[in-house]
């Protein structure tokens, strides 16, 4: 049991330091003969060595792009709602009517028939949701929006067969992002992925046959269940500590605090094990978390020795980072501890959100020193 343990924990790490070197990410599933497949991973390699930490940012387009944005969002964070901006030679925004806000981008000229629709639909404090139709030229847009507007009140099979009919439908609460080659004036899609999917891969949808069709994916990162997999075992076991102390995300309220912590820390291994120098400053120093952890500590036995014990892990989870940082990335040893100390602190702070002190102030703790050398 124990060699099968220790092979298995071998296996994963060894997996991990394969596909974590530089310049493997990201990289096209299939379509490399595609052109938006091609175009769409020249904007994804940017934007992995940018240093955006959620990489469903807003992509910066170059002007040597054979396309140009039609329409899509203006930042990362879109709680706020109404956030996107589009080309007005290509859409025009139209209100649904909806409270307390909802509007609906309208391709203006029709493509072989076809015609995009994005509707932005506005759920309170939770932001907006989006939908992106492909539809025909012969539905108007008084016959779309009398059909989207009774269908939000009850379910419209009517709806549901002139508008959706079999084509795919983009939907969440992250707009995807509609692509005009500046040639054709032929749209494209790239869904830039979910929120809650640690380095998500980009879908990239292209209009073939009056159907809009997935014809590639752009990867970020190796197919694992867990990015802490991506790092080497002594990690691994102070990452299942950091864990404990946040407590279980089951039966937990609407805002479902923990699994957003447990997200955030698994957005931030990810991070720190292929994109390093894109790694945030979380909200809480770590002056603030240390206090806080200790408090918890102190709360009884079972606290306390999770917390002895993640005191004893960090040192070695340390260590292995340097190495693996001065393997992965050929660094010297000097830099890679260096870049190794920074990363880990920032990754055992983002598995916390501690109430500010009265006269607390927030200091960044270092400054990445990788962040302007990628």
């Given amino acids: 049991m124990k060699i099968a343990a220790i092979l298995s924990g071998l296996t994963v790490f060894l997996v991990s330091n394969s596909v974590a070197e530089p310049n493997a990410w990201p990289k096209l599933d299939k379509g490399h003969n595609f052109s938006h497949c091609v175009e769409a991973l020249q904007i994804a390699e940017k934007m992995f060595m940018s240093d ?18 039609a329409l899509g969002p203006t930042s990362t964070d879109i709680s706020g709602g109404d956030a996107l901006k589009e080309d007005p030679s290509v859409f025009e ?100 992925g979910s929120s809650s999917n640690f380095l998500g891969s980009w879908d990239v949808y292209s209009p073939e046959e009056r159907k809009l069709k997935q014809i590639c994916s752009v990867q970020f990162r190796p197919d694992v269940k867990n990015a802490i997999e991506l790092l080497p075992p002594p990690v691994q076991k102070l990452a299942t500590h950091l864990l404990r102390t946040i407590g279980s995300d089951v039966n937990e309220g609407t805002l479902k605090p923990i699994a957003r912590q447990s997200f955030a820390a698994q957005h931030t291994w990810a991070t720190l094990a292929l994109r390093p ?77 501690f109430s500010k002190r009265r006269g607390s102030t927030h200091t960044v703790s270092m400054t990445n020193p990788w962040q302007k050398e990628k």
């Fill in 93 to 192: 925004k139209i209100s649904t009517g909806e409270e307390p806000r909802g509007s609906m981008f309208w391709q203006r000229k029709d493509e072989s028939g076809m015609r995009f629709i994005l509707t932005e639909t506005s759920l309170g404090w939770r932001g907006d949701s989006y939908s992106l139709f492909y539809t025909s030229k012969e539905l108007t847009s008084d016959r779309f929006l009398d059909l989207f507007r009774k269908n939000t009140e009850y379910p419209l099979p009517e709806f549901n067969s002139i508008v959706r009919g079999e084509q795919p439908l983009l939907g969440g609460g992250r707009p995807p992002l509609i692509m005009r080659n500046k040639l054709s004036d032929n749209l494209w899609v790239i869904d830039l």
């Fill in 277 to 353: 120098w894109a790694l945030a400053e979380p909200y809480n120093s770590r002056e603030e978390v240390d206090a806080g952890l200790r408090e918890w500590s102190l709360q009884n036995k079972t606290n306390g020795d999770v917390y002895r014990r993640i005191q004893e892990l960090y040192g070695p989870a340390l260590q292995s980072i340097g190495k693996y940082y001065q393997r992965t990335f050929n660094r010297s040893r000097e830099e890679s501890e260096q870049m190794a100390s920074y990363a880990l602190d920032i990754a055992f702070r983002n598995y916390y959100v």
């Fill in 52 to 69: 955006a930490f959620y990489l469903y940012a807003p992509p910066i387009i170059s002007p040597d792009q054979p396309s140009s944005v």
